[in-house]
């Protein structure tokens, strides 16, 4: 993202007036606004859609002030109070210790005499939410840009969006395109019938779609089986079977057959991995960046909404390294099917929800969600991203043509807060599977592509990887 790039790393202050230009929160990709556009001393700074207002513009003075409403007022520590919490208000501009800032190389910009970082409160993404000091702790709701959508480079993959939105994949499985525009490697692995013998299945080149030509030439003949999604982050979270030797203890899962669904993305041939009850993946990634407790984390899939059903449950995201349904926040995944555990889902779905273990939620609370409603097309999109501590979001659209729609945008249940994150990785099933005697692995769904990130993505950045979906073009 573009900064203020006229911060030295170790002076004080800045050295050099910078220009007028909006301050855009890295979680939400909503503007620094003086609150109701009211040019009077005392009142507070929040986030709010960015508008092009004099109440979002920003300058940046040699002195070290952060001017807004025309150059007429002064960011201000309320009172020059140094405590957490502080409120951030305008006041004129009198060159008092508490109006004086330093935006930092990582984005967050402290105040000189506080030592605190200018904060969204509670890690908010609505529009309202109060812009406070508070102990700088490197979250996404402290970092801020002068550009209201991440980087999107040519030939970039939906990684390198979130990697330029300050989120970062640390999980990204596909069996259909490389993530990154410069991976190169393996996609999945394939293993047929006839000799048990296996081959990696990679991309056509670096930054494109699989080589699917490759698999139907290994499986000619025979029949193939899907053993492992190779994981493009380089954390080496790769997604085996569960019932594979890779997943000690594992018993009651199979791989998924590697040909039940071919389709055309970037014009070329591809397979998806087309889970039916009884298959599922799973990684115990807990010790490689997976985010636990109630660190910020982000995920998304490409999915199908012809392809569904009731069963317990079509999962991808956050598990319990235990494969046991430990405690509610134990989970953080997307769910996608026709299952509604608690009310509030439109239509006969199949809905976009959040498995946080102990609930499939379709909102925040178990009842009714407005919002909520049934995705049925071909290729899906599905978003889940959730603070830790107070706040998740579900998003939903079609994966070949338009945007998203805000599914849901608030606090958690009742009982989540803070998230318990274990970080292990499933696909295909629920947390609490695949042992002797455990269930949840009853659920059909289809996997095209997907990823987990930490930190907790801004809409923009949300955005910006649906525009890379719908341009992948899959059919």
């Known amino acids: 993202m573009a ?12 050295s050099a007036s910078a220009p007028v230009a909006p301050l855009v929160s890295s979680a939400s990709g909503r503007c620094l606004d003086v609150k109701g556009n009211v040019d009077t001393q005392g009142t507070a700074l929040d986030i709010w859609d960015c508008n092009g207002q004099a109440n979002q513009a920003f300058e940046v003075t040699s002195s070290g002030e952060l ?20 409120p951030v208000v305008i006041w004129s501009c009198d060159g008092r210790p508490g109006q004086t800032w330093r935006q930092n190389s990582d984005g967050t910009i402290t105040g000189v005499r506080s030592g605190l970082c200018l904060d969204v409160n509670g890690a908010g993404t609505a529009n309202g939410t109060a812009v406070i000091l508070w102990t700088c702790n490197g979250q996404s709701n402290q970092k801020w840009s002068t550009s209201a959508s991440p980087p999107s480079p040519s030939g970039s993959g939906p990684c390198d969006i979130y990697s330029g939105g300050g989120t970062p994949c640390v999980a990204a499985h596909s069996t259909v395109r490389a993530l990154y525009g410069s991976y190169g490697g393996a996609l999945y692995q394939v293993r047929r019938s006839s000799d048990n013998a296996t081959r990696d299945i990679g991309v056509l080149k670096p930054g494109g779609f699989a080589d699917a030509a490759a698999q139907d030439s290994f499986c000619a003949g025979t029949s193939c089986v899907i053993t492992v999604v190779r994981d493009q982050s380089g954390h080496g979270n790769d997604l085996w079977y569960q019932g594979s030797a890779q997943v000690p203890g594992s018993s009651q899962s199979s791989p998924a057959k590697a040909t039940s669904e071919s389709l055309t993305a970037g ?34 899939m490409v999915t199908s909404g012809t392809h569904v059903n009731s069963g317990c449950c079509f999962d991808y995201g956050n598990s319990e390294t235990t494969r046991k349904a430990d405690a509610a926040g134990a989970m953080d995944a997307i769910n996608f099917g026709t299952q509604c555990w608690f009310g509030g889902c439109s239509g006969r779905g199949p809905w976009v929800q959040a498995d946080l273990e102990w609930g499939l939620y379709s909102g925040g609370s178990q009842s009714w969600n407005p919002n909520q409603r049934a995705f049925t097309s071909k290729f899906v999109t599905a978003m889940l991203k959730n603070n830790g501590t107070s706040r998740f979001a579900l998003k939903g659209g079609d994966a070949q043509y338009g945007g998203l729609t805000t599914l849901y945008d608030g606090g958690l249940p009742g009982g989540y807060s803070p998230m318990k994150k274990q970080g292990a990785i499933v696909l295909g099933s629920g947390g609490d599977c695949c042992k002797p005697g455990g269930g949840a692995n009853l659920s059909a769904g289809t996997f095209y592509e997907g990823a987990i990130v930490a930190g907790y993505p801004s809409d923009a950045t949300d955005n910006a990887v649906q525009t890379n979906i719908t341009a992948a073009g899959y059919r």
């Open 267 to 300: 014009g070329t041939k591809a397979y998806s991995l087309y889970i039916n009850p009884g298959n599922s993946y799973w990684r115990d990634g807990h010790l490689t960046g997976v985010p636990t407790g109630a660190a910020p984390e982000g995920a998304y």
């Open 67 to 86: 001017r807004t409403m025309s150059g007429s007022r002064c960011v201000d520590a309320y009172d020059n109070r140094t405590a957490p919490g502080t």
């Open 3 to 14: 900064l203020l790039t006229m911060v030295l790393a170790t002076a004080p202050t800045w």
